[in-house]
């Protein structure tokens, strides 16, 4: 089962090179922008967004600066079409949100202006050329925090953060990009002990070196028994494996059936399906080829989560159950 795409904040100084490969391939070649226009000091201090596919690769990135604005949209040419600016920009504005600003604007290709206005946003003032290319200001409004009546006590909120500060935006998002089995192993680990309420997992064949470990049964185990409405799900696409084998994550769902349930996939896996676990309604971790120790978590992205959510969602629908999962051992 494959995914479409997802979102992660990426931090300049760690994803410059790729983040400079997506612009200069549709800015400067594409459209022509020219180079010393391109590139400005802002993008030390903005808040970066890289799109990933299935496959593990970089194919459209956004950024937000400190002033509000969100600029660099930028998708590869051959994969235009099929949504991925959207979740770019509701991963912008998500970000926005989060750090308090009460208006987001861009400037906007005039022939994207439809795009714009479906995702929220609103023209304002006469039309512009900028590199050359025609561009419309745009803007979103963002709900002011809730001021009580007058009389009432205000209640307790975060102070915005000051934007005359020379220090980047920063989101309490942070991608853990990881690569080999040990990363990988650790990475899970810790997505899954933030976990309170809700787990879920998709791995094709719940993959015993990953998942078949006793601090993950340890953990599961103390998550299922913490509080009355835990709710874990496991999906997987064949029971033989770890029928035959044995699992703790089988043992655990027999013994607590009434809080985990393991289902079976309705798709055959190829080598793009993903293995992926969302923990409550923030945290991930993601192999984006369930074939290979090589991924990416983040304990703070609910847009990412949202859509990996989704695809659950989605598998677990069509799945179906299997007798053989639900036979305790003599």
Known sequence: MALDVHVIIAPWDQHKQVLRSIREAVFIVEQEVPRELEWDDEDETATHFLAVNTLGQFIGCARLLETG?????AVLESYRGKGIGKVLLEAAVAAGKEAGFERLFLH????????????????????????????????????LAFQPPEGLPAKESTPKPDRS?????????????????????????RIIESARRRLLILSPYLDHELFDQEHIAQAV???????????????????????????????????????????????TPTAASSSFVCADLD??????????????????????????????????????????????RI
């Open 69 to 73: 604005q969100i600029g660099r949209m």
């Open 108 to 143: 906007a290709q005039t022939y994207a202006e439809a795009f714009y206005r479906q995702g929220g946003f609103l023209p304002y003032g006469e039309k512009f050329t900028e590199a050359d290319i025609e561009h419309i200001a745009m803007e979103m409004k963002l709900p």
């Open 165 to 189: 500060s020379a220090e980047p935006l920063r989101s309490a998002s942070q991608a853990d990009f990881f690569e080999g089995y040990s990363d990988s192993l650790e990475a899970l680990s």
């Open 221 to 267: 185990s103390a998550l299922a028994r913490s509080a009355p409405r835990v709710e874990i799900e496991i999906l997987i696409y064949n029971s033989q494996l770890i029928v035959e084998r044995g699992h703790r994550l089988l043992e655990l769902a027999r013994r607590l059936d009434q809080k985990i349930t393991i289902r079976l996939l309705a798709e």
């Open 283 to 328: 945290a991930y971790w993601l192999l984006p080829s369930f074939e290979k120790h090589q991924g990416i978590a983040d304990l703070n992205n609910p847009v990412t989560t949202r859509r990996l959510s989704e695809t659950f969602a989605e598998a677990w629908r069509k799945s179906r159950e299997d007798p053989d999962l639900r036979l305790l």
